[in-house]
């Protein structure tokens, strides 16, 4: 049997947010002008019926940003290190 540590103490040691560099959305805003913050803050608000994530990130993609779906939807999420900072 492999030895693991119980998730009491995992959780003791497991930040209660994420930590790290920011996600590939979060460096993408990083060089972003204050326009393209402002839209994509204006998107990233929207429904997801209204903008999916899919869409989002094709935008993005299309605008020259090396970003994934799975991260547009943490970064949307809030599950992503850029939370909170
Ligand atoms: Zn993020």
Redesign the pocket.
Do not use: E, I, N, P
């Given at each position: 049997m492999t030895q693991r540590m119980s998730l009491k103490d995992a959780a003791g040691i497991t930040p209660a947010r994420n930590q790290g560099p920011?996600?590939s959305?979060?460096s993408a805003i990083e060089e972003m002008d204050a326009e393209d913050r402002a839209q994509l803050d204006d998107w990233l608000a929207m429904p997801l019926k209204d903008m999916a994530h899919s869409r989002l990130t094709r935008i993005l993609r299309t605008a020259g940003f090396k970003v994934g779906a799975d991260?547009v939807a943490?970064?949307r999420n809030g599950g992503?290190?850029?939370r909170n900072d």
């Open positions: 920011k996600c959305v979060g991260a943490r970064h992503c290190a850029c």
